[in-house]
């Protein structure tokens, strides 16, 4: 096993939370690692209407998105809108009524690529970058960015199930790579997730360490503060997730495994769309009444 994933697996809780002692720094079994410290909730601070005057294109822009997420239902394709080419001022006011929201998504495989979702769910601000900066600049609506559906597992390979010859302390791990590696080949869209709770498992660090070998890592993290602060990375195997929980002071509270297309836990929920569409509605109303 490479020094690299080692280094992530490390110090998991083997039963519960609070069963075994944490170390110091509190690693936490670290698979799918973490794009980075997530912003808090916070309202957007909207300009007054007289301040917008003149920045057409970023109405225009925000009139589009609102039409895009009225209609958009999930599970549809993303709707993409490419705002690389606007100038500072309309940017700037983009930005102002999009903000910053609850979810975050990066994207490392052929190219790099940094989502930020806004305040508004379901629309979410999609950045190209490389060592020069952003290279590209897109919004989307969807209920989760289309690299993640795209790219998650476009290079899954398949799980091996080949135990014969087993590190000294594995024991449960087989058997649930062995269920894994069925409900990869039964799942089918539209099914609920399969999903194994290894928090309530006699698991050793042992078995943790082979699992994420075993499993490997994909090109997807997410970080989520929807449902708390939660962590989600997808593996080199089609279809599977592992989802990590921890509670305010950052402790690992529930950690599984999920055998589903896209993870449940980052996706935008209709009716979240659908109060993003009114969100939306209410910003522009107030500057069209202005104009």
Not at 234 to 250: E, I
Not at 255 to 270: F, H, K, L, M, Y
Request: hydrophobic share 40%; proline share 9%.
């Amino acid at each position: 096993m490479s020094d690299k994933i080692h280094a992530r697996l490390l110090d998991i809780p083997a039963v519960g939370p609070g069963s075994q002692p944490v170390a110091e720094d509190d690693a936490v079994f670290d698979f799918i690692g973490s794009p980075g410290e997530m912003p808090t909730f916070e309202p957007p601070v909207l300009p007054e209407p007289e301040e917008v005057s003149g920045l057409d294109a970023a109405m225009t822009v925000l009139t589009e998105l609102l039409v895009g997420i009225e209609k958009y239902r999930a599970g549809e394709p993303a709707l993409r809108f490419d705002i690389s080419d606007l100038d500072p001022d309309n940017l700037a006011l983009v930005n102002q009524v999009l903000n910053e929201g609850e979810v975050s998504v990066v994207y490392d495989g052929d190219g790099k690529v940094q989502i930020q979702e806004s305040v508004l769910t379901g629309i979410w601000r999609v950045r190209g970058v490389d060592p020069t900066g952003i290279v590209s600049d897109v919004i989307e609506v969807a209920d989760i960015p289309s690299v993640v559906r795209d790219h998650a597992f476009a290079g899954a390979t398949p799980l091996p199930t080949d135990f014969s010859a087993l590190p000294p302390g594995v024991i449960n791990a087989p058997p649930l790579l062995v269920e894994l590696a069925e409900k990869m080949v039964e799942w089918a869209p539209g099914q609920s997730p399969h999903v194994i709770n290894l928090t309530l498992l006699p698991l050793s660090p042992e078995d943790l360490l082979y699992l994420g070998e075993k499993l490997g890592v994909g090109p997807i993290t997410i970080l989520s503060r929807g449902y708390g602060n939660c962590r989600i990375g997808s593996t080199a195997r089609k279809n599977v997730w592992w989802v990590k929980f921890y509670n305010s002071d950052d402790a690992l509270i529930l950690n599984t495994i999920e055998v589903v297309d896209v993870s449940e836990v980052a996706r935008a929920a209709p009716e979240d769309l659908a109060d993003s569409a009114k969100r939306l509605r209410e910003i522009l109303e107030v500057y069209r009444r202005e104009q």
